[in-house]
């Protein structure tokens, strides 16, 4: 097999077949769910183009459309085929779990959503009337909607030794953000909390309901969508099954480096190294470590758009879907970590029109990104809910434009339905 190899990227075959894997009895006909053979043919070429510029060691996508699969496909491999990887090379598979990194915060931010359905919390409901302690430093008014829509003011965890056990010190975390001074006392500064607010949205769900998170991740969601893998890390019994991340590309150079730090709270290769630690997969990070297959990620979004209905069961009700995805906040309003603008729910980034994170003409699309091209989301307009998970960590700009054509051409194959 002719493989071709350039510093930092994947080594990449001539052919693709003997690493690509198609679940066709999962699929259905492209023109019963109103879309066209040659739209799959294109969105599966972008993939394979994705996968060419030698970023991605592993790629899964699960795209539903009128509620049934239309494709769910695996391109790549679980190991052999990464920078300085000699091991024997294992094909990946459609149903292989991997890591949603930030995705995750749209998962855990539904365990909240679960506890205002039930009437045990609300969106206007103040932090520190649950966690007195985070009332510190002026924070006693920030609401769980401000939280949930990072404008709670403590997007980095501040005076720490960003090692990965660290993760595993969840009441350290914790005392830390409570104590945190805020960097804007009004809270009205958008700014993406990458692994902050998840600690605190945890702590909410450990404090009212007195269980553990990945007991009510499994009995809320996982369980009724029959999920095999979704859980906060990974057990060991299943990691020969999940590809490791690696850092691909050329090494970042400055502001690269520095606008990665400031989102990720450490260097960017020291975050995907922690990714890969034994704690990463031990630990409950809520904001961060939710392991699944693009299956299983794709179910929760046809979930939301089903008005909180799948398969006969009525997990979340209509109008809690409603309010989930509603926009916090002024739209467009510049994000302080991110450095753009980015429209968010109490629990979702949002897409927006003419052009936004998921694709052209996106404005009633929600989801979330993952550690930069790991993208889940639903799109009512064209009823599709999609899940892209992949493990190649890179900051080179081919990867994002690679990705980015990906969902752009999910976009130009589903035509809008509203």
């Not at 795209?63 to 294992?90: E, F, Y």
């Amino acid at each position: 097999m002719l493989m071709f190899t350039r510093p930092g990227r994947i080594a990449v075959p001539q052919s693709l077949r003997g690493l690509t894997t198609i679940d066709h009895d999962a699929e259905c006909r492209p023109q019963d769910v109103g879309m066209s053979e040659d739209g799959v043919r294109r969105i599966w070429r972008a993939v394979e183009s994705l996968y060419r510029g030698g970023l991605q060691p592993a790629i899964t996508l699960v795209i539903r459309r009128h509620g049934r699969i239309v494709m769910k496909r695996a391109l790549g491999a679980v190991s052999g085929n990464t920078p300085g990887d000699s091991s024997p090379l294992v094909p990946l598979q459609p149903d292989s779990p991997i890591c949603l990194f930030s995705a995750s915060k749209a998962i855990s931010a539904l365990l909240l959503h679960k506890l205002i359905e039930q009437s045990q919390l609300q969106l206007e409901d103040r932090i520190a009337d649950f966690i007195p302690e985070f009332g510190q430093a002026g924070k006693g008014r920030v609401t769980v909607r401000q939280l949930l829509g990072h404008r709670a003011g403590i997007p980095d965890i501040p005076h720490i030794d960003p090692k990965p056990e660290l993760l595993l010190e969840w009441d350290e975390i914790v005392r830390l953000l409570c104590e945190a001074k805020p960097f804007d006392p009004d809270f009205d500064k958008q700014a993406y909390h990458a692994l902050t607010a998840g600690f605190i949205v945890g702590e909410l769900l450990r404090r009212i309901t007195g269980r553990e998170l990945p007991e009510l991740l499994r009995e809320w969601i996982a369980e009724p969508l029959d999920c095999r893998y979704m859980t906060y890390g990974l057990a060991r019994e299943h990691r020969h099954l999940a590809p490791r991340n690696a850092c691909t590309g050329i090494p970042p150079i400055w502001p690269l480096t520095r606008m990665a730090k400031q989102v990720l709270g450490v260097p960017f290769s020291a975050a995907v190294e922690a990714s890969n630690a034994d704690a990463f997969y031990d630990a409950v990070v809520p904001a961060g470590n939710i392991w699944a297959t693009a299956d299983e990620t794709s179910r929760v979004f046809q979930m939301l758009l089903n008005g909180g209905r799948y398969n006969g069961r009525q997990l979340f009700k209509p109008e809690t879907v409603r309010e989930m995805t509603a926009r916090v906040g002024r739209s467009w309003q510049f994000d302080r970590t991110l450095g753009i603008p980015m429209p968010f729910s109490a629990g979702f980034m949002l897409g927006s029109d003419p052009v936004g994170l998921y694709g052209l003409n996106s404005g009633r699309a929600y989801g979330h990104i993952g550690f930069m091209t790991v993208i889940c989301w639903a799109d009512p307009a064209r009823d599709i809910s999609v899940a892209l998970l992949n493990t190649g960590k890179s900051l080179s700009p081919s990867g994002l434009l690679g990705a980015t054509r990906v969902v752009g051409a999910i976009g130009q194959a589903c035509p809008r339905v509203d």
